[in-house]
């Protein structure tokens, strides 16, 4: 059966060539029958939606991702190998070559002028628009799945390990806050608030990013429990 048959056309694409295989019935008992919490149903929902929302969700952050800010997350991306410095060089480099690329008609701007012209984070907005990317949620269920999901996803009409689209995600969720913090005058509290429990102590260490990230992902667990 090809992926694009039965009624989980979605669910197949990020599950291993093997499983995308079988039929409905089958595909739908191997993986709600080795993943207790997990519907297949609720898979294909869910993707679903993202292909649908994709197009609508990019248009109102704003993106198609604009190609200059496009190219300041990437410069800067390359650039975060040589340091601070480095970073916010490449997403000025980057920056006026995807102004450039723009067409014609894109403003012929210096790159230090052209990183004035993004406040903040272009590695932000590249992050953002990535999320609400329906490949980026196959790569995640991918993995998700463990050995039942799909090693790969097509991007570009190339095949991309999922791992590389975890790889990516977290390079920019890195650059993203460096670069918040060298465009940001707040530095914000010395202790957060959600790092602190009712008795006024530390929920975590708070100089281990782990700790610190558990506690924030327990957060978002309790506004749906």
């Known amino acids: 059966m090809s992926e694009s ?4 056309r979605l669910l197949r ?10 039929d409905d019935d089958e595909l739908y008992h191997v993986i709600g029958g080795a993943f207790d919490e997990v519907d297949p149903d609720d898979i294909e ?3 679903e939606v993202s292909e649908e929302n994709f197009a609508e969700t990019t248009q109102l952050l704003g993106m198609a991702v604009p190609k200059a800010i496009s190219g300041a997350a990437t410069g800067a991306l390359r650039g975060a190998a040589l340091g601070p410095l480095g970073a916010l060089a490449g997403a000025a480099v980057g ?7 723009g067409g014609a008609n894109s403003p012929t701007t210096s790159p230090l002028s052209a990183t004035r012209s993004v406040p ?13 990317n329906p490949k980026v949620l196959q790569a995640l269920l991918s993995m998700g799945l463990g050995p039942a999901g799909n090693s790969q996803v097509k991007v570009g009409g190339r095949g991309v390990p999922v791992t590389a689209i975890a790889n990516l995600l977290g390079a920019l969720a890195r ?7 060298a465009s940001s005058t707040d530095t914000g509290p010395d202790a957060p608030d959600y790092l602190i429990d009712s008795r006024g102590d530390f929920r975590c260490d708070p100089m281990v990013e782990e ?3 558990a506690v924030l992902l327990d957060l978002f667990a309790s506004e749906f429990a």
């Open 5 to 8: 048959e039965g009624d989980y």
């Open 211 to 213: 700790e610190r990230a």
């Open 175 to 181: 650059q993203s806050a460096a670069e918040f913090a």
């Open 120 to 132: 903040g984070s272009p590695s932000a907005i590249a992050l953002a628009s990535l999320l609400g």
């Open 45 to 47: 929902a869910l993707l």
């Open 95 to 101: 920056l006026a070559g995807g102004a450039k690329a």
């Open 13 to 22: 694409k990020v599950t291993s060539p093997r499983l995308a295989a079988l």
